[in-house]
């Protein structure tokens, strides 16, 4: 079972050691055993909370992957990359021979020219208007023009945009006056190309697939946790994929799998390890911190919870009385052992067998006598 990062606070509030009167005859005849509390556990032991482990599969983020279409159709005159070779933004993936592209070229240079003449002529209008030549009607008439004029010329240039064209390819061809039918198509974000489903002589539709990029950056783990383990994990655990990368938990599904029982978690690989390939199946180790110097480790068997109280964890601890109900705040060790605080100390014997009886007791069920005391040892 997993348990929470951080150690929840004794509060002042908590309940008191309780005394069970036993006699020596009515423990051996319950058949209760003891266990000793330790103040750490054997040099093999794994650390608190790493026997847990989770899997998964190795997945891409969203906008990871980005995928390269024709804008105008045409035929694929050269491939300049293959695939799995890494690329810059801007790296030229492959060029096209197309006609619809000469077009659009064509199409922004005549409607850049005429946003020009359309905002000359309406400078001129401005300036016979202020002289009192021409009526205000003619002017507003040159604005709008000038102003359809520059939107045809911007909705063209987007065009070229998006298909490639970058700022300075803009204005060579705004000077050269010189369209071009080859059109090259470039990486929009950096990374490894994943698909090239294309080779030289091959037309395509304009929309078409032209590559598929993967961006280089920190993957994701799709993980899946039992129903039990679910309420105990949080936001920010760590984890760790053995002899590869750390995992950093992101987010936990509410919802559990009716078939498996199961519910999905989502954890961010920390840092850019090359290790994790996408598709890969994983399992990954909880990672946890070092208990606190006022716990001891006793075993998971020997925690209780009364009936009727909020969650609240006990262990018996033996006494020359019987036994004390002692509160203690609990979270794994790790190989059946937990890690305990509260009022006992290493080398305290806790019950581990025989707790129905002590519960019994403790409810007021059986013969022993039950009274509240803070000492209780």
Known sequence: MLAVLCWPLLSAAAPAPQQLHLSAQQISRAGIATASALSALAADAPPAGNDQYLSGTVVTPPGASALVSAMPGGVVQDVHVVTLQQVRTGTPLLTLFSQP??????????????????????????????????????????????????????EREQALRSAGLDGTALRRLRDSHAPSPLLTVRASQAGTVLELPVQPGQRVEAGALLARTAASGPLWVQLQASRTQLPLLRVGDLLQVEGCAKLRVTAISPVVDSATQSAQLRAQQVGQDPCLKVNAFVEARLLRAAPPSDSVAVPAAALVQRMGEARQDYVFVANAHGYAAVPVQATPAGGGMVWVRGALAAGDAVAVRGLAALKGSWSGLGPASLSASQGGK
């Open 101 to 154: 592209w000469l077009e659009w070229q064509r199409d922004y240079l005549e409607k850049s020219s005429a946003a020009k003449l359309a905002a000359a002529r309406q400078a001129r209008d401005e300036g016979l208007y202020s002289d009192g030549i021409i009526a205000r009607a003619r002017l507003e008439e040159s604005r709008d023009a000038a102003q359809l004029a520059a939107l045809a010329a911007r």
